[in-house]
């Protein structure tokens, strides 16, 4: 090679290392910021600690390229002002219950759980494979959000009373921490809903403030200690089955993320939905167990005469939700459809074995 051409393929080589050395610090402050606020407070057992979860993920998938601050409830916002904060753009994104936002418009609900509504399995599959995304993106959309599965709790217990309930009766004149739809059927049988952020719970029912809550399931419900102020504990949960947990984000926010970052948030939520019911089948069954022998909860089980009025009470609302709007009508439609279209299957197969399995193995 000629003295000259080794010099100037050596200069172009120096500048190209200078462009690469001076391009890697802006590389590095290339971040986007994502502020998520939440409804649960920090290191809650279950639901908090999933949400805590899911904002490390995020860090960890995008290599720290999507800058993560996270505020659980109290510490930027109160648990119901995440909403309102995310909507206005203060914050990206929040995590929550969808039926938090019921009155607001009453289509919410179905983003999270309603009575006699679908299992975990059930909703995930109409969310991803039916209409419920598109249906959700339409009426987050009116609101300037768009919302993302990220987690669940699978079928809850039925709440802790501090009283037997053996029939509709009983239910009358009772303060009972009941939100959503489930709140309305409450309602509907003469109880008090009453819509309280999980750290308020306790305080309230030790108190006497209100004499019944439901929350989420024993392996929850266990480190809140509900059972140092009612000892009865019913089950099945009507009014949540399957609750589903939401990644909520300011809609202009996300639409300018490119697509790489749409993916790794869409991915951090995607496990992390899968993980925390399955956090919560490992763990229930223990800390039941546990309550049931140290503490003393004495478990209970709503009859059928409860549970039909229950039925009846949740027709009555959802036909009032379908007359709030066409957008409510339609998402009670799809969401109804959808249900007994799976279920009638699942009753011959998972249902089917799992009755014939518990009763050979005894269970």
């Known amino acids: 090679m000629k003295r000259r051409d080794f010099i100037k393929t050596g200069a172009a080589a120096t500048a190209a290392a200078g462009a690469t050395i001076t391009a890697a610090p802006a590389i590095a402050q290339s971040k986007t910021e994502l502020t998520i606020v939440s409804t649960w407070p920090r290191d809650f057992p279950g639901l908090g600690i999933s949400a ?10 995008s290599d720290g390229k999507i800058a993560t601050k996270y505020f659980a409830a109290g510490e930027r916002v109160g648990a119901f002002d995440v909403f309102d904060e995310v909507a206005a753009g203060n914050s990206q994104a929040y995590i929550a219950a969808y039926y ?17 509504g679908m299992t975990t399995p059930e909703w995930n599959a109409w969310i991803k494979f039916k209409d419920g995304q598109k249906l959700w993106d339409e009426l987050s ?17 039925g709440g802790w009373f501090n009283k037997e309930i ?10 009972m921490r009941i939100p959503g739809l489930g709140g309305d059927v409450m309602a509907k049988l003469g109880a008090s809903p009453v819509s309280l952020p999980g750290g308020q719970i306790y305080e309230n029912l030790v108190s006497g403030a209100i004499d019944a809550t439901e929350w989420v399931g024993p392996y929850n419900d266990y480190f809140m200690k509900f059972y140092e102020a009612a000892k009865f504990y019913y089950s099945p949960g009507m009014h949540e089955p399957g609750g589903g947990l939401a990644f909520g984000m300011n809609a202009e926010w996300w639409n300018k993320l490119s697509k790489w970052e749409q993916a790794v948030i869409e991915a951090a939520c995607m496990e992390e939905n899968a993980a925390q019911p399955e ?85």
């Open 166 to 175: 053996e029939t509709a009766e009983d239910l009358k004149g009772l303060k």
């Open 52 to 61: 805590q979860r899911l904002v490390e993920r995020i860090s960890e998938l």
């Open 141 to 157: 959309g009116e609101f300037g959000l768009k919302a993302l599965t990220c987690g669940g709790t699978g079928t809850q217990m």
């Open 100 to 116: 938090y936002w019921k009155g607001k418009h009453p289509g919410f609900a179905y983003f999270t759980s309603v009575p006699f």
């Open 279 to 363: 956090e919560a089948i490992a763990n229930n069954g223990f800390y039941l167990a546990k309550m049931v022998e140290e503490n003393g909860v004495e478990l209970r089980e709503f009859n059928d005469e409860i549970y039909d009025s229950f039925g009846e009470a949740a027709a009555e609302v959802f036909e009032e939700t379908r007359d709030h709007s066409e957008l409510a009508a339609k998402i009670n439609d799809s969401y109804q459809d959808a249900l007994r279209e799976m279920a009638a299957y699942l009753k011959i197969a998972e249902v089917g074995f799992s009755n014939q399995r518990n009763r050979v193995l005894d269970i």
